[in-house]
Nanobody, 123 residues
Framework: QVQLVESGGGSVQVGGSLSLSCTAS????????MGWFRQAPGKEREFLAL????????YGGSPAAGRFTVARDNTKSTAYLQLNRLKPEDTAIYYC????????????????WGQGIQVTVSS
């Protein structure tokens, strides 16, 4: 049973940066493709990025493209999402998840989720 723990969220001013981490346990991390999503109040969960098991990033035209960077370190069983040039509309709870099957951008394709971590961007 995979367990995911996110860290690194917090509050930042417009234009600032944050680095999110997602550490996995209970499974061979190198065999997992890891996705990042976010959910703002009153909105649906939104796909941001995926780092595949072979270390290929995928953004799929998400809001992350151009400002956020996804990466992984298999030696630390950790996936990362670097958030740059943050805007107030980036305020949300950010989640990492394990891709199971199907569409890379659909939350229904992910079967294990972290607890989520708050990111707040203020002007």
């Amino acid at each position: 049973q995979v367990q995911l723990v996110e860290s690194g969220g917090g509050s930042v001013q417009v234009g600032g940066s944050l680095s999110l981490s997602c550490t996995a346990s209970g499974h061979t991390f190198s065999s997992l493709s890891m996705g990042w999503f976010r959910q703002a109040p009153g909105k649906e969960r939104e796909f941001l990025a995926l780092i595949s098991r072979d270390d290929s990033p995928f953004y799929g035209g998400s809001p992350a493209a151009g400002r956020f960077t996804v990466a992984r370190d298999n030696t630390k069983s950790t996936a990362y999402l670097q958030l740059n040039r943050l805007k107030p509309e980036d305020t949300a709870i950010y989640y990492c998840a394990v891709h199971y099957d199907g569409s890379l951008t659909s939350a229904r394709s992910y079967n294990t989720w972290g607890q989520g971590i708050q990111v707040t961007v203020s002007s």
